[in-house]
């Protein structure tokens, strides 16, 4: 990460990137409610850059949580995150910014997705534009009901610029993939999960939280290296 490209982020402040664990579960938080958790400059830093000052290291934190199984990425408040703030887009514009950019956050979703817990994604209220990049890089995708779910790049003039377009085509296929990025529908929870983006839906945060305890019953070392297995499978490598 640049100097230039983490001052730009620092001037963007607000909110925080939240990191617990409890049990066999750890959270990863978007915290900044009171912006439906819109992701700002300082909220990206805190996803592991690391220049001069501004030392935040999150997602270097998540191989400290050996003892857990299950990740779930989440957001406070009502919704999960409604995108990131448009007037830092604009800001990182620029062919050499915009690259950075791209690298930097795809890096941060290349974590999530390479983590040896299983992530899940808990959608509720709204997941927006970048959003979706970030819930696509997760192994599992759960959502209330009356999410609210938005690839809304393309109304911006802009592409998926943090990797996530991979992980979207991986998960529902290329032809659906171009369908929602280029028309940039906002689909309820349940054309979500038609289209193959949800995997599940849930009415309570009762209900949610039984199904991630449901994930560990049989063993932290069990559930990671089920995922294990699908990513050597995925890399060619069956025998690990």
């Not at 934190?61 to 299950?70: A, I, R, Y």
């Not at 408040?77 to 703030?85: D, I, K, N, P």
């Not at 028309?183 to 983006?197: N, V």
Request: net charge neutral.
């Amino acid at each position: 990460l640049s100097s230039q490209l983490a001052e730009i982020l620092h001037k963007w402040p607000g909110g925080r990137i939240d990191l617990t664990s409890s049990d066999d579960i750890a959270r990863l938080v978007l915290n900044r409610p009171e912006k439906s958790n819109c992701l700002s400059g300082e909220m990206m830093l805190h996803f592991g850059g690391r220049v001069k000052r501004y030392d935040y290291q999150v997602f270097k934190e998540l191989s400290t949580f050996s003892s857990c199984g299950v990740l779930v990425f989440e957001g406070a408040g009502r919704s999960f995150c409604s995108g990131a703030e448009l007037g830092l887009i604009e800001k990182l514009s620029s062919p050499s910014l915009g690259s950075e950019m791209f690298r930097y956050m795809s890096s941060v979703l290349a974590t999530i997705r390479s983590s040896s817990m299983v992530s899940v994604a808990r959608l509720h209220g709204h997941c927006l534009g970048g959003a979706t990049e970030l819930v696509s890089s997760c192994d599992i995708r759960v959502a209330h009901k009356e999410t609210k779910i938005g690839f809304l790049q393309s109304r911006m003039g802009i592409v998926p610029s943090w990797g996530g377009a991979a992980y979207l085509e991986s998960i529902i296929g290329r032809g659906a993939a171009l369908r929602v990025m280029t028309t940039a529908p906002i689909l309820t929870a349940a054309e979500a999960k038609d289209i193959g983006f949800v995997d599940m839906l849930y009415d309570t945060e009762e209900a949610f939280e039984e199904f991630v305890a449901s994930m560990t019953r049989n063993g932290v070392d069990v559930c990671k290296a089920q995922k294990s297995m699908l990513n050597a499978y995925r890399e060619g490598n069956p025998d690990g």
